[in-house]
């Protein structure tokens, strides 16, 4: 099956515990000797084998690297790998996942052979906050509950005024047509640190 990692962890001289999202799970594997092999690293795709052993954690065997044209590009990389870490973060407690999750990946992947990097995750980042319910698009202040014009946001992407949350405002036309069609076109690329920052404080 195939799936990407998103967390290794280093256990004995060689061995690692890999933590692997798949269409439908979040896995905790182990691996023998598995730091020898340059197949493992962080926010790869592989194509794996689990076998499954009474009283130890399954064994993750027969590793594929598939790679993503974009991996020599340091920045781009580096990102992804930001971007993984914050994923697993917000999965960690889940066995069973939504196909969303990997989805999401896939696209990312895809996008970022030709798309500036923050631009792809602020994107998807938005589509996941809409999949979970959790994007605030009616432009609600969250701390006072009160109509808010040219928000800053908070974590999550949480609308705020920028009285009840001291932080730089964004136009609210530009964040409602992110929150809307998931295009940060209209974000210059001050906005867009701005929103790569924030949405670096944690899913
Ligand atoms: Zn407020």
């Given at each position: 099956?195939?799936?990407?990692?998103l967390?290794?962890?280093?256990?004995?001289?060689?061995?690692?515990?890999?933590?692997?999202?798949?269409?439908?799970?979040?896995?905790?594997?182990?691996?023998?000797?598995?730091?020898?092999?340059?197949?493992?690293?962080?926010?790869?795709?592989?194509?794996?084998?689990?076998?499954?052993?009474?009283?130890?954690?399954?064994?993750?065997?027969?590793?594929?690297?598939?790679?993503?044209?974009?991996?020599?590009?340091?920045?781009k990389?580096?990102?992804?790998?930001?971007?993984?870490?914050?994923?697993?973060d917000?999965?960690?407690?889940?066995?069973?996942?939504?196909?969303?999750?990997?989805?999401?990946?896939?696209?990312?992947?895809?996008?970022?052979?030709?798309?500036?990097?923050r631009?792809?995750?602020?994107?998807?980042?938005?589509?996941?906050?809409?999949?979970?319910?959790?994007?605030?698009?009616?432009?609600?202040?969250?701390i006072?509950?009160?109509?808010?014009?040219?928000?800053?946001?908070?974590?999550?992407?949480l609308?705020?005024?920028?009285?009840?949350?001291?932080?730089?405002?964004?136009?609210?036309?530009?964040?409602?047509?992110?929150?809307?069609?998931?295009?940060?076109?209209?974000f210059?690329e001050?906005?867009i640190?701005?929103l790569?920052?924030?949405?670096?404080?944690?899913?």
């Amino acid at each position: 099956m195939q799936g990407f990692i998103l967390r290794v962890t280093k256990v004995k001289d060689e061995d690692l515990i890999v933590n692997i999202l798949t269409q439908s799970h979040l896995y905790t594997l182990y691996r023998f000797y598995g730091a020898r092999h340059s197949t493992i690293n962080l926010g790869y795709k592989i194509d794996f084998e689990i076998e499954y052993q009474t009283g130890y954690l399954p064994k993750l065997r027969h590793i594929t690297h598939l790679g993503f044209p974009w991996l020599r590009d340091l920045q781009k990389h580096m990102l992804w790998q930001r971007f993984i870490r914050l994923l697993y973060d917000h999965l960690r407690e889940f066995e069973e996942v939504d196909s969303f999750y990997f989805g999401m990946l896939e696209r990312l992947a895809k996008k970022l052979t030709r798309q500036e990097p923050r631009r792809a995750f602020i994107e998807e980042y938005v589509r996941l906050l809409e999949f979970e319910g959790r994007l605030h698009s009616d432009m609600h202040c969250f701390i006072c509950d009160l109509k808010v014009q040219n928000p800053t946001l908070a974590r999550a992407f949480l609308p705020a005024h920028t009285h009840c949350v001291p932080k730089e405002p964004f136009d609210d036309k530009k964040l409602l047509y992110l929150f809307r069609y998931k295009d940060t076109q209209f974000f210059d690329e001050e906005e867009i640190e701005r929103l790569w920052q924030t949405l670096q404080e944690g899913f």
